[in-house]
């Protein structure tokens, strides 16, 4: 079970549901101390002070705000825990919306809200928000406090259990107003219609499991060569792609790469046969010679990559 993060209850109207808030992600990600490289002596981090060339306790430390004409103010922490919101324990929730409704681009960090008690009483509420909330796919819209923070929140039912997701505001979200995208115009029909068609063939079901992490996957095996004491090769550097000289043929190729090889998704990150080489991009290609060691990659060109994988 993961640790818990906060607790308390989950209010809206007159009903309270006891809650526990817990991260519903985690951390796969290789970490790494810094040290010096000639004797591996570890790095510590120091609040130094420039002006007297020495270590500042921590309870020296103030903090400064710099205003954009280049005015300044000191802030001190007595100020700022004046202004730190009340410590509730209640998610209050304000208002139901559409799930479909909500952008995703407001989402930031999800977790798990799960029961905090286990009487009868607290164990019914709990099931039947879960069960309102899934029979009618809304969202809870609401506000909580965490540590000194106060989150806006969207709650909604997810796998047989409620979910929460903090959320950004709406001034944190950038317009794409004002911002040149070069997307003035439209499309030939022949090029859209080409477009639309490669992207029904490349459509397929969301499953998450077929995607992995292979950044992390190539990390993890560096490590483990390197325990075991052997030489890691630096690998060369990738040429450029070349630049489309013929959209309308580049979009014909894919489309029949797409209906030959399955699907270039599939044959990427799914669980399909490893040697299809078959809709493979040069770069998905080279990936693949420097995944076997294949002397020359560099060089070789998108044929010549699939010749020497095979």
């Known amino acids: 079970m993961p640790r818990t993060l906060w607790s308390g209850s989950l209010s809206f109207g007159l009903v309270n549901v006891p809650v526990a808030l817990v991260s519903a992600v985690r951390d796969l990600d290789l970490h790494f101390r810094q040290l ?25 430390v103030a903090r400064l705000f710099e205003f954009d004409d280049g005015g300044t103010v000191i802030v001190t922490d007595d ?6 919101p009340e410590r509730t324990r209640t998610i209050e929730i304000d208002a139901f919306v559409d799930l479909a409704d909500v952008d995703p681009i407001y989402f930031d960090h999800p977790y798990l809200l799960v029961p905090a008690a286990e009487n009868d009483g607290a164990l019914r509420a709990y099931r039947l928000l879960l069960e309102v909330m ?14 000194t923070k106060e989150y806006r929140a969207v709650v909604r039912a997810r796998e047989g259990a409620l979910s929460l997701t903090t959320m950004r505001m709406h001034d944190e979200v950038r317009s794409t107003e004002g911002i040149d995208t070069g997307a003035k115009g439209r ?74 090889g399955g699907g270039r998704k599939a044959s990427k990150d799914g669980d399909g046969d490893g040697d299809d080489l078959e809709g493979l991009t040069r770069d998905e290609l080279y990936e693949r010679a420097q ?11 998108k044929d010549e990559l699939k010749e020497a994988l095979s």
Do not use: H, N
Not at 36 to 56: F, G, L, M, N
Not at 79 to 84: I, R, S
Not at 134 to 147: E, N, Q, S
């Open 134 to 147: 899934g029979r009618t796919d809304r969202a809870a819209l609401g506000r909580f406090v965490m540590r």
């Open 291 to 301: 995944e076997r060691d294949v002397p020359g990659r560099s060089s070789m060109s």
């Open 79 to 84: 100020e700022l825990e004046g202004l730190a």
């Open 187 to 260: 499309a030939p029909k022949a090029q859209l219609d080409a477009a639309i068609s490669l992207v029904e063939q490349m459509t397929v079901e969301w499953d998450p499991t077929r995607y992995e992490d292979r950044y992390r996957e190539r990390l993890r095996k560096v490590v483990e060569r390197k325990r075991k004491g052997q030489t890691i090769k630096v690998p060369e550097a990738a040429e450029e792609p070349a630049p489309v000289p013929d959209l309308m043929a580049a979009l014909r190729e894919s489309l029949e790469a797409a209906r030959g």
């Open 36 to 60: 010096r490289a000639k004797d591996a002596a570890p790095i510590e981090v120091q609040r130094w002070c420039t002006e007297e060339d020495r270590e500042v306790p921590y309870e020296e």
